[in-house]
Nanobody, 129 residues
């Protein structure tokens, strides 16, 4: 059974940094891609970043490019999202997800996940002064 557990969210001032973690179990990150998605109140979920092939394939949405970095530790089976220069518009619940059917594309990201996708419960990130 696939489980994803996010951690690391919190309250940070604009311009600050946070590092999110997503501990995965029930599958290996060496074989399945994994992504970070976010959903702000009243807005649709959006894909922020994703990674697969041991980091050989990564994707960043334009809204986070240059500020966020995704990485994996296969020994810990954990994916990280380092978020720098945070802005108020980054405020959202951040989720990690994986899917055995669809996958991360370096150009288009991970727009569509199947019904077999697994999601974590999310971690709240609030950027405010």
């Amino acid at each position: 059974q696939i489980q994803l557990v996010e951690s690391g969210g919190g309250l940070v001032q604009p311009g600050g940094s946070l590092s999110l973690s997503c501990a995965a179990s029930g599958f290996s990150l060496a074989y399945l891609g994994i992504g970070w998605f976010r959903q702000a109140p009243g807005k649709e979920r959006e894909g922020g970043s994703c990674i697969r092939n041991g980091g050989g394939i990564t994707y960043y949405a334009d809204s986070v490019k240059g500020r966020f970095t995704i990485s994996t530790d296969h020994a810990k089976n954990t994916v990280y999202l380092q978020m720098n220069n945070l802005k108020p518009e980054d405020t959202a619940v951040y989720y990690c997800a994986t899917d055995p059917i669809t996958t991360c594309d370096s150009s288009t990201g991970w727009d569509l996940l199947s019904d077999l996708a697994s999601w974590g419960r999310g971690t709240q990130v609030t950027v405010s002064s």
